[in-house]
Structures are given as structure tokens and as C-alpha cells.
């Protein structure tokens, strides 16, 4: 019997500090993750333009350090009755105003490992006037929901604390309170 609690108590004991060394390396492993990276995240490009000149050039960059090569680099701007096409890093596209708003798409065919991955990226442009062409967005949005305003008429008193008071307004202390989503500052 004694050899039994023994036993017991030694496998009891050997779980506890098995699971102690489980936490710890659950912790110190966890806290080395780094989010995962794909290849399109290499891919950049830069607004070159003037001061009082609409010309856009579009420069495409790789993140140093990227193995392996582009198959090919597609541009395409467009405005809101035209698209122009250019192909290469580097892209010119003299044909905007100043007031137009352009959607720049670059699609380039990244070649790492003899396999080959469409990476393709569009922003919204706007020219500002002083210097040059600039980023309206970062990227494409995933939603757009038109706003609803929510005015109830119930007459309820609240204090600024959000705090409802059931008493009437004649009966309230001086104070600033929210009656009808408005603010109300009693003085008497």
C-alpha cells in the first residue's frame, strides 16, 4: 500500500512539473510568432510627380533582400471616363488634370521557386495642388454602410454620468443633463 501512494504520488508530481515546462514553452515560443508574411508583401511603389506639373510616375520596388525575380510589372490609372495602360517598374502617365481622381492598380507575377504569384494592388489618387499627385486611401475598403441617426423622443433625464433620473425637471438640482439626446444646464 505504501508503494502505491508512492507511485501515485510521484506520477501526481511529474504531471504538475510536465505541465509546468508545457506553459513555460507554450510562453516562450508564442511570444517569437511573427505574423505571417506573403510574398505580395514585398511589393511596393512610390508617387514621383512635381510642383504644378500633373505628370504621374509610378516607381515599383521590392523589399530588399526578395529571392527570386518579376515575370512582369502591369500598370494600369484610371480616371473616371478613361484607363491607361503601361507596363515596366517604372510607368509614366501624362494624360491627367489636376482635377481628376485616378484608381492605380499594379499587377506584377512574382517568380520565387519556379512557381509564379499575381500580387496586384490598387489606391486612389488625388492631386493636392502644391505637391503633386498623393494617396487618397490605403488600400480598398470592405464595407460601406450609410449612417442612421437614432432620435428617440422619451423624455428620460439622464445626468452626465449616465446616470436616469426619474424625478421631473422642476424637481432636479442645478446641473447639466441630457434630456432627448440634447443637453439641458438647469441654473434654479
Not at 499587377?107 to 512557381?115: A, D, E, G, K, R
Request: charged share 15%; with cysteine; proline share 2%.
Amino acid at each position: 500500500m505504501i508503494l502505491l501512494n508512492y507511485i501515485y504520488l510521484c506520477i501526481i508530481k511529474r504531471n504538475r512539473i510536465m505541465k509546468k515546462i508545457l506553459l513555460v514553452l507554450l510562453v516562450v515560443l508564442g511570444l517569437q510568432t511573427q505574423a505571417q508574411i506573403t510574398l505580395c508583401d514585398s511589393v511596393e511603389y512610390t508617387i514621383t510627380s512635381s510642383v504644378g506639373n500633373t505628370l504621374l510616375q509610378l516607381n515599383g520596388t521590392l523589399t530588399a533582400g526578395f529571392l527570386g525575380y518579376v515575370a512582369s510589372w502591369d500598370w494600369s490609372v484610371c480616371n473616371d471616363a478613361l484607363c491607361f495602360t503601361d507596363t515596366g517598374q517604372t510607368a509614366y502617365f501624362p494624360q491627367f488634370t489636376a482635377n481628376d481622381t485616378l484608381k492605380v492598380c499594379l499587377t506584377i507575377f512574382l517568380t520565387p521557386n519556379l512557381m509564379t504569384y499575381t500580387c496586384m494592388q490598387c489606391d486612389s489618387l488625388v492631386y493636392d495642388g502644391f505637391g503633386g499627385w498623393m494617396l487618397m486611401n490605403m488600400g480598398n475598403p470592405t464595407a460601406i454602410t450609410e449612417l442612421t441617426s437614432y432620435n428617440e423622443v422619451d423624455g428620460k433625464i439622464y445626468d452626465l454620468l449616465g446616470r436616469e433620473w426619474t424625478c421631473s425637471f422642476a424637481n432636479l438640482p442645478k446641473g447639466l443633463y441630457i434630456i432627448n439626446n440634447r443637453k439641458v444646464l438647469k441654473t434654479e
